[in-house]
């Protein structure tokens, strides 16, 4: 799971030019919203579609439920695992 949110941490600053920041910077557990990495409406699009394309997994844009797996890095990794059982 720890390659899986690296892998995810690289995408958020690759897909969204994060240039001063690694992924050491990135916790696991902290929002990537709001308060925490401070990521805003469009930073979800173009990371939803970024995810979509590396992990292959299906994302629904107005779901409630998109939103709780986008919380975290490790929201993100739980869902992605999720995903990729399901195929």
């Not at 990537?32 to 994302?59: P, Q, V």
Request: aromatic share 6%.
């Amino acid at each position: 799971m720890k390659s899986l949110e690296n892998e995810i941490k690289t995408v958020i600053i690759d897909s969204l030019d994060l240039e001063d920041i690694n992924i050491d910077d990135i916790e696991t557990d902290e929002p990537l919203f709001g308060d925490g990495l401070g990521l805003d409406s469009i930073d979800a699009l173009e990371l939803g579609l970024a995810l979509k394309k590396k992990f292959d997994i299906k994302l629904d844009s107005d779901s409630e439920e998109s939103k709780k797996h986008f919380y975290s890095v490790s929201t993100l990794a739980t869902f992605i695992e999720q995903q990729r059982g399901a195929n």
